[in-house]
Protein backbone atom coordinates (compact mmCIF):
# COMPACT_ATOMS: atom_id res chain seq x y z
CA UNK A 1 0.00 0.00 0.00
CA UNK A 2 1.03 3.39 -1.13
CA UNK A 3 2.77 5.35 1.85
CA UNK A 4 1.19 9.28 1.67
CA UNK A 5 2.45 11.54 4.05
CA UNK A 6 0.44 15.16 3.95
CA UNK A 7 2.41 18.41 4.73
CA UNK A 8 0.72 21.55 5.70
CA UNK A 9 2.71 24.48 6.35
CA UNK A 10 2.62 28.10 7.35
CA UNK A 11 5.42 30.48 7.87
CA UNK A 12 5.47 32.39 10.74
CA UNK A 13 6.54 29.52 13.15
CA UNK A 14 9.81 28.84 10.60
CA UNK A 15 13.04 28.67 11.49
CA UNK A 16 15.20 32.26 11.19
CA UNK A 17 12.07 34.88 11.12
CA UNK A 18 11.61 37.12 14.58
CA UNK A 19 9.99 40.24 14.56
CA UNK A 20 13.32 42.24 14.09
CA UNK A 21 13.24 40.41 10.24
CA UNK A 22 9.56 40.03 10.51
CA UNK A 23 9.37 41.31 6.55
CA UNK A 24 10.71 37.74 5.37
CA UNK A 25 7.85 36.32 5.76
CA UNK A 26 5.73 39.25 4.37
CA UNK A 27 4.50 37.66 0.95
CA UNK A 28 6.15 39.39 -1.83
CA UNK A 29 8.76 41.73 -0.19
CA UNK A 30 12.63 41.38 -1.17
CA UNK A 31 13.35 39.83 2.39
CA UNK A 32 10.70 37.12 1.83
CA UNK A 33 11.89 36.29 -2.01
CA UNK A 34 15.65 36.34 -0.63
CA UNK A 35 15.19 34.71 2.72
CA UNK A 36 12.24 33.21 4.22
CA UNK A 37 11.57 31.31 1.27
CA UNK A 38 14.52 29.78 1.70
CA UNK A 39 14.37 29.24 5.27
CA UNK A 40 10.87 28.01 5.17
CA UNK A 41 12.03 25.62 2.45
CA UNK A 42 14.68 24.55 4.84
CA UNK A 43 12.50 23.45 7.58
CA UNK A 44 10.21 21.19 4.95
CA UNK A 45 13.04 19.35 3.02
CA UNK A 46 14.50 18.31 6.59
CA UNK A 47 10.75 16.67 7.18
CA UNK A 48 11.03 15.75 3.50
CA UNK A 49 14.17 13.97 4.08
CA UNK A 50 13.26 12.08 7.14
CA UNK A 51 9.93 10.77 5.30
CA UNK A 52 12.02 9.34 2.39
CA UNK A 53 14.69 7.83 4.43
CA UNK A 54 11.59 6.05 6.27
CA UNK A 55 10.00 4.87 3.33
CA UNK A 56 7.39 6.96 2.08
CA UNK A 57 6.31 6.63 -1.12
CA UNK A 58 4.34 10.20 -1.79
CA UNK A 59 4.53 13.48 0.08
CA UNK A 60 1.31 16.05 -0.75
CA UNK A 61 1.80 19.84 0.56
CA UNK A 62 -0.60 22.41 1.32
CA UNK A 63 1.30 25.78 1.29
CA UNK A 64 -0.84 27.75 3.32
CA UNK A 65 0.91 30.76 4.25
CA UNK A 66 -0.69 33.82 2.36
CA UNK A 67 -3.67 32.48 1.00
CA UNK A 68 -5.14 33.86 -1.94
CA UNK A 69 -1.83 34.28 -3.53
CA UNK A 70 -0.51 31.70 -5.94
CA UNK A 71 3.01 32.05 -5.71
CA UNK A 72 4.42 29.47 -3.37
CA UNK A 73 6.75 30.27 -0.12
CA UNK A 74 8.41 27.14 -0.91
CA UNK A 75 10.81 26.85 -3.55
CA UNK A 76 9.76 23.74 -5.03
CA UNK A 77 12.83 23.23 -7.02
CA UNK A 78 14.69 22.73 -4.11
CA UNK A 79 12.28 19.80 -3.15
CA UNK A 80 12.50 15.83 -3.87
CA UNK A 81 10.61 14.48 -7.04
CA UNK A 82 7.83 12.58 -5.62
CA UNK A 83 6.42 15.98 -3.90
CA UNK A 84 3.73 17.20 -5.13
CA UNK A 85 1.47 20.02 -3.92
CA UNK A 86 -2.43 20.81 -3.48
CA UNK A 87 -4.16 21.94 -6.26
CA UNK A 88 -6.68 25.31 -5.13
CA UNK A 89 -6.82 28.04 -6.92
CA UNK A 90 -4.56 30.61 -5.80
CA UNK A 91 -3.64 28.56 -2.75
CA UNK A 92 -6.93 29.29 -1.14
CA UNK A 93 -8.56 27.33 1.72
CA UNK A 94 -10.76 25.07 -0.10
CA UNK A 95 -11.16 22.36 2.38
CA UNK A 96 -13.08 19.73 0.14
CA UNK A 97 -10.88 20.38 -2.64
CA UNK A 98 -7.89 19.61 -0.41
CA UNK A 99 -9.09 16.73 1.22
CA UNK A 100 -10.46 15.25 -2.12
CA UNK A 101 -7.07 15.11 -3.15
CA UNK A 102 -5.34 12.96 -0.72
CA UNK A 103 -5.92 9.73 0.19
CA UNK A 104 -9.15 8.07 1.58
CA UNK A 105 -6.48 7.06 4.47
CA UNK A 106 -3.05 9.19 4.42
CA UNK A 107 -0.21 7.37 6.12
CA UNK A 108 0.05 10.64 8.15
CA UNK A 109 -0.21 14.23 8.75
CA UNK A 110 3.00 16.73 9.47
CA UNK A 111 2.72 20.37 10.26
CA UNK A 112 5.64 23.25 9.80
CA UNK A 113 6.31 26.06 10.06
CA UNK A 114 3.21 27.07 12.85
CA UNK A 115 2.68 29.72 15.14
CA UNK A 116 0.50 29.60 18.01
CA UNK A 117 -2.80 31.14 18.86
CA UNK A 118 -4.11 34.20 19.52
CA UNK A 119 -3.32 35.56 23.03
CA UNK A 120 -0.71 32.10 23.81
CA UNK A 121 2.23 33.79 25.50
CA UNK A 122 5.83 33.71 24.48
CA UNK A 123 4.83 33.58 20.49
CA UNK A 124 6.12 34.64 18.09
CA UNK A 125 3.20 36.35 15.96
CA UNK A 126 0.46 34.46 17.33
CA UNK A 127 -2.86 34.61 15.53
CA UNK A 128 -5.70 32.60 14.58
CA UNK A 129 -6.03 32.87 10.95
CA UNK A 130 -6.47 37.10 10.98
CA UNK A 131 -6.14 38.44 14.71
CA UNK A 132 -7.71 40.90 14.81
CA UNK A 133 -10.44 40.65 14.45
CA UNK A 134 -10.78 36.65 15.21
CA UNK A 135 -9.84 35.99 18.85
CA UNK A 136 -10.99 32.37 19.15
CA UNK A 137 -12.36 29.30 16.85
CA UNK A 138 -13.92 26.53 18.08
CA UNK A 139 -15.11 22.68 16.97
CA UNK A 140 -16.53 20.75 19.09
CA UNK A 141 -15.38 22.65 21.90
CA UNK A 142 -11.34 22.25 21.16
CA UNK A 143 -9.85 25.95 20.25
CA UNK A 144 -8.27 25.78 16.95
CA UNK A 145 -6.36 27.77 14.46
CA UNK A 146 -3.94 27.26 11.89
CA UNK A 147 -3.00 23.90 13.19
CA UNK A 148 -6.24 22.34 14.42
CA UNK A 149 -8.31 23.35 10.51
CA UNK A 150 -5.35 21.68 9.32
CA UNK A 151 -4.81 18.15 11.77
CA UNK A 152 -9.13 18.16 11.67
CA UNK A 153 -9.68 18.35 7.70
CA UNK A 154 -7.49 15.31 7.94
CA UNK A 155 -9.57 13.51 10.91
CA UNK A 156 -9.23 9.88 11.26
CA UNK A 157 -5.57 10.45 10.53
CA UNK A 158 -2.14 9.94 12.94
CA UNK A 159 -1.01 13.43 13.50
CA UNK A 160 2.83 12.34 13.33
CA UNK A 161 4.58 15.87 14.00
CA UNK A 162 4.20 19.63 14.46
CA UNK A 163 7.71 21.55 13.39
CA UNK A 164 7.41 25.33 14.53
CA UNK A 165 7.17 27.85 17.47
CA UNK A 166 7.66 26.34 20.71
CA UNK A 167 4.27 28.21 21.83
CA UNK A 168 2.86 26.18 19.05
CA UNK A 169 2.70 22.94 20.38
CA UNK A 170 0.19 23.66 23.25
CA UNK A 171 -2.64 23.24 20.30
CA UNK A 172 -0.84 20.57 18.47
CA UNK A 173 -0.77 18.66 21.93
CA UNK A 174 -4.82 19.35 22.90
CA UNK A 175 -5.17 17.48 19.40
CA UNK A 176 -3.32 14.75 20.08
CA UNK A 177 -0.75 13.73 23.40
CA UNK A 178 1.19 11.45 20.57
CA UNK A 179 2.19 13.80 18.50
CA UNK A 180 6.30 14.91 18.38
CA UNK A 181 6.91 17.98 19.30
CA UNK A 182 9.88 19.86 17.27
CA UNK A 183 10.72 23.41 17.81
CA UNK A 184 12.60 25.74 15.67
CA UNK A 185 12.60 28.33 18.08
CA UNK A 186 11.57 29.60 21.77
CA UNK A 187 11.08 33.40 22.26
CA UNK A 188 10.52 32.49 26.60
CA UNK A 189 14.24 31.25 26.89
CA UNK A 190 15.24 33.34 23.94
CA UNK A 191 16.63 30.41 21.71
CA UNK A 192 16.52 31.67 17.93
CA UNK A 193 18.94 29.30 15.94
CA UNK A 194 19.27 29.25 12.31
CA UNK A 195 18.73 26.71 9.74
CA UNK A 196 21.95 25.45 9.97
CA UNK A 197 20.87 24.53 13.72
CA UNK A 198 17.40 23.13 12.96
CA UNK A 199 18.28 21.37 9.95
CA UNK A 200 19.09 18.02 11.79
CA UNK A 201 17.31 19.18 14.40
CA UNK A 202 13.88 18.68 12.80
CA UNK A 203 15.25 16.01 10.81
CA UNK A 204 15.91 13.46 13.65
CA UNK A 205 13.04 14.49 15.14
CA UNK A 206 10.69 13.53 12.58
CA UNK A 207 12.77 10.43 11.77
CA UNK A 208 12.17 9.36 15.20
CA UNK A 209 8.64 9.83 15.06
CA UNK A 210 8.13 8.03 12.04
CA UNK A 211 9.96 4.95 13.79
CA UNK A 212 7.53 5.63 16.49
CA UNK A 213 4.36 5.64 13.63
CA UNK A 214 2.48 2.72 15.46
CA UNK A 215 2.19 5.05 18.79
CA UNK A 216 0.88 7.99 17.57
CA UNK A 217 -2.50 8.28 17.51
CA UNK A 218 -5.16 9.02 14.78
CA UNK A 219 -6.79 12.37 15.61
CA UNK A 220 -10.82 11.36 16.04
CA UNK A 221 -14.07 13.36 16.89
CA UNK A 222 -17.75 12.78 16.72
CA UNK A 223 -20.14 13.17 14.11
CA UNK A 224 -21.69 16.39 14.97
CA UNK A 225 -19.94 19.44 13.37
CA UNK A 226 -20.30 22.38 15.43
CA UNK A 227 -18.72 25.83 15.16
CA UNK A 228 -18.42 29.35 17.00
CA UNK A 229 -16.04 32.20 16.48
CA UNK A 230 -15.41 34.53 18.70
CA UNK A 231 -14.64 38.83 17.85
CA UNK A 232 -12.08 40.72 19.54
CA UNK A 233 -12.48 43.99 21.07
CA UNK A 234 -13.20 46.70 18.65
CA UNK A 235 -15.28 44.32 16.34
CA UNK A 236 -18.41 43.33 16.46
CA UNK A 237 -21.13 41.17 13.72
CA UNK A 238 -23.53 42.80 11.11
CA UNK A 239 -26.37 40.35 12.01
CA UNK A 240 -28.32 39.40 8.94
CA UNK A 241 -31.91 38.69 8.81
CA UNK A 242 -30.79 35.46 7.22
CA UNK A 243 -28.05 32.77 6.53
CA UNK A 244 -27.97 29.99 3.75
CA UNK A 245 -26.51 27.60 6.54
CA UNK A 246 -27.69 26.69 9.89
CA UNK A 247 -26.26 28.94 12.15
CA UNK A 248 -27.11 32.03 14.79
CA UNK A 249 -25.17 35.20 15.64
CA UNK A 250 -24.73 37.50 18.50
CA UNK A 251 -22.87 40.54 18.75
CA UNK A 252 -19.33 39.15 19.52
CA UNK A 253 -19.70 35.66 18.40
CA UNK A 254 -21.25 33.25 15.84
CA UNK A 255 -21.90 30.08 15.45
CA UNK A 256 -22.89 27.49 13.19
CA UNK A 257 -23.07 23.40 12.28
CA UNK A 258 -22.39 21.67 9.10
CA UNK A 259 -22.68 17.99 7.56
CA UNK A 260 -18.89 17.39 7.21
CA UNK A 261 -15.49 18.90 9.09
CA UNK A 262 -14.81 20.48 5.40
CA UNK A 263 -18.04 22.13 5.09
CA UNK A 264 -17.91 23.61 8.52
CA UNK A 265 -14.45 25.13 7.94
CA UNK A 266 -15.25 26.25 4.30
CA UNK A 267 -18.78 28.48 6.26
CA UNK A 268 -15.99 30.11 8.64
CA UNK A 269 -15.31 32.34 5.02
CA UNK A 270 -18.80 33.22 4.93
CA UNK A 271 -19.53 33.99 8.29
CA UNK A 272 -16.43 36.34 8.48
CA UNK A 273 -17.84 38.55 5.67
CA UNK A 274 -20.54 40.15 8.49
CA UNK A 275 -17.39 41.29 10.00
CA UNK A 276 -17.23 45.08 10.89
CA UNK A 277 -15.21 47.45 13.16
CA UNK A 278 -17.09 48.63 16.35
CA UNK A 279 -17.47 52.44 15.70
CA UNK A 280 -19.59 52.72 19.14
Known amino acids: MKKQLIICTDMEGATGIFEENY ?10 RSIGREYMTSDVLAVCEAANESGIDEILIYDGHYAGDPEHNIIIDKLPSNVRFFDTPQRRFWWRRIR ?8 GIITVGQHARYGEKN ?17 NGIHIAE ?39 DKEKGWEPNVEET ?12 RNIDKMKTVKIAESYEFSMTLTE ?19 KAFWEAPSV ?15 KDNL
Open 147 to 185: IGTAVLNFQDTRYIANVGCKSSMKEAKELSDTVATISVK
Open 123 to 139: AYFPHTIQSPPIKEITF
Open 100 to 107: GQADWKPY
Open 23 to 32: KAMVHGTDEW
Open 234 to 252: GYIYNIPERVSWKGAFNKS
Open 262 to 276: EIGLEIFNFVREYIV
Open 199 to 210: FPIIKKGVLEAL
